[in-house]
């Protein structure tokens, strides 16, 4: 009829299965041994034979699943107290303000160096060809286009400016169909760097 009767007594497996699931319950953790063993002791000579060649893999498994079910210290939230000192203090932008402006120019300043017809003044020289590295490479073409500047910022720039189109030249240029006769000229230029 279909209908499935359990029998009066738990078997062995169902004893040992319920022991550890119980344990996990009860926020215990996976008894790592006990699984291993139930899962020798209950698995039949061909599935045996086939995980006996798994081995490592099956005991990783077994070891991620109790790292899974292990218990963990509960999520106490957010602390959002901040310290009255913290609370007074100005903003990191308002703070750092007048440091950042010795390190780097603002950019108002640059563009009234540069709108200027007089010279640019040499501590915003030095400023600049400090900066250079990290300005893109339009702004550094404006910066030589337009300013007033001695020829050793001059030469300088120049130099940061071939540099970051050479980089945006490689950048541009790889990958796509660009890509597949790299390899052929790398190896030319290696061999001809060799010989």
Known sequence: DGKFEAPEEPSALEEAVFHIVSRVNEAEGLDVTKMT????????????????????????????????????????????????????????????????????????????????PEQMPKDLEKQVCDLAPYLTSLQVDYLLSHGNISEETRRRLQIVLGIKQRVEKVGGGYGGPAFMPQGMAVGFFLATAIR
């Open 37 to 116: 063993r139930v899962l020798w002791d209950s698995l039949p000579k061909e599935a045996s034979d086939f995980v006996k060649s798994y081995m490592a893999e099956v005991d990783f498994l077994i070891k991620w699943i109790d790292t899974v079910l292990k218990p963990t210290e509960a999520y106490a939230g957010a602390e959002v107290a901040m310290s009255s000192a913290l609370k007074e203090e100005p903003r990191p932008a308002i703070r750092y303000c007048r440091e950042l402006q010795m390190v780097a120019p603002t950019a108002t300043r640059l563009y009234e160096a540069v709108w200027h």
